[in-house]
């Protein structure tokens, strides 16, 4: 066998790059549907889609030549101009979504720094709150992204650590599961949230699921009980669908399993057809209106090039039946997952193609076996020790999935 080649590229990230990921040791090269190819030639099954940004798959044909076709037309003008696939794009985004307004981004992060910005607006002009007293409650195991604001309201040290001085405003309440009475199996306690709201609290921002907490999925009800205590406070709900909607849960939204809709929605990753970054904020007029010229903005944010993609993504995860397919072989991929039955999993839980497999971390640490389900050609990553995310691109077939089910199944009977 000759060399690998990896081992050369994987030297170049570290040689030039700060080592700000741990990634596993795999070269990718190409990507294709819900399959991806390293560096020497082999293949894998994605079990991560880049976070959930990959739902359409790798290099969707249609995706591929519309980006093609709007990049030999327009690509970049800043919103200093209007542009045709910008508002065609607003159209369709608010009428999938059921929202009046929007404002684009390009990250996650910088969708999250915007909704905090126009809660505040709200919470000021609207609410009449004391300037500069304005307060924001999150839940603790978050993730809403990297920015210094952004981490100044996490629990997780690891994101903190040497970053302050931190943005006040943000107090943290307990995610559902959390909180003392934990071992009552069907809790939906929004208590802590309650303690934390005064006269200056203008939203609660959460996600419906937490992704990166480790798929924890809080218990039926609990989101609808946090809906209807913002309604009766008057504070803005907000929700961070970013990695968990445009179908990842089963349904458009996270929030539609509960029959509520919140004040605020937050979108990234998949919303680029996993072609490029797009992220955007959605709500009401009335809280949009708050943003006038000068007051928020990015250079790229809504440019032609990823407004046309993201339009063209939102219409087939639709056309392509990404939402149902994931409900379904979500359901059946979690209930074969937790049919596996092995002393080494502890809980398998999650909804549609967004899966958590914790692990009793005394018999082996989900990073270790995520290079063993590497070795057997499915990418994996491990979130925190002892979870595994299992996040296909949501147009895997059934066949693929069951191919997935039985390397999972083995690597698991084998330790
Ligand atoms: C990924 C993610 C973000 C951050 O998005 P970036 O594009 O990485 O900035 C924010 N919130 C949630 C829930 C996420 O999963």
Known sequence: MPPSLQDEYIKKEILFGAQNYAPLSVVLKKGKGAYLWDVDGNKYLDMVSAYSAVSHGHSHPELVKTIQDQAENLAITSRAFFTEPFGNFLEKLTKVAGFESALTMNTGAEAVETAIKASRRWGYFTKGIEENKAEIIVADGNF????????????????????????????????????????????ISIESFERKINKNTCAILVEPIQGEAGIRVPKDGWLKELSKLCIEKNILLILDEIQSGLGRTGKLFAYQHEDIVPDGLILGKALGGALLPISAFLGSKDLMKYFNPGSHGSTFGGNPLAAKVATRALELLFEDNLIENSAELGQYFKSKLQ???????????????WIGM???????????LCLMLLNEGLLCKETHKSVIRFAPPLMISKKELDWAIKKITKVIRSI
């Open 144 to 187: 809403h992204g990297r920015t210094t604001t952004i981490v100044s309201f996490s629990t997780d040290p690891s994101y903190k650590d040497g970053f302050g001085p931190f943005t006040p405003g943000f107090e943290s309440a307990n995610y559902c599961g959390s909180c003392d009475c934990e071992s009552i199996n069907n809790c």
């Open 339 to 353: 049919s596996i039955n092995n002393e080494i999993i502890k809980e398998v839980r999650g909804k549609g193609l």
């Open 358 to 368: 914790e692990l009793n971390d005394s018999h082996i640490n989900a990073k270790d």
